[in-house]
């Protein structure tokens, strides 16, 4: 499976951004999709994740309320909508999926995203 990121880019503190993330090479809709962001000099954190049928999303705290993960399955990507963006949020995003709720086998390539004070 190939997963490929983008929609990154500088957007100013309280701007919003949508990120998508193409899958190709698999059956899209039995993957469970997640989000990843790695600040520089900081570890990659987890952000969002969906499961397969969108029945359940999670999030980690600061972000929740301001981004929405989502999945259309006819199109085989992902989204991340980032609203309310604050300079914390800038990092490099990628997204990331497998078949086991939690565990990620594959990975994208990245997209930046940097929010201007």
């Known amino acids: 499976v190939q997963l490929q990121a983008s929609g990154g880019g500088l957007v100013q503190a309280g701007g919003s951004l949508r990120l998508s993330c193409a899958a190709s090479?698999?059956?899209?809709?039995?993957?469970?999709m997640g989000w990843f962001r790695q600040a520089p000099g900081k570890e990659r954190e987890f952000v969002a994740a969906i499961t397969w049928t969108s029945s359940n999303v999670y999030y980690k705290d600061s972000v929740k309320g301001r981004f929405t993960i989502s999945r259309d399955n006819a199109k085989n990507t992902v989204y991340l909508q980032m609203n309310s963006l604050k300079p914390e949020d800038t990092a490099v995003y990628y997204c990331a999926g497998g078949l086991v709720p939690l565990k990620y086998d594959y990975w994208g390539q990245g997209t930046l995203v940097t929010v201007s004070s």
């Open positions: 090479g698999g059956t899209f809709s039995r993957y469970f």
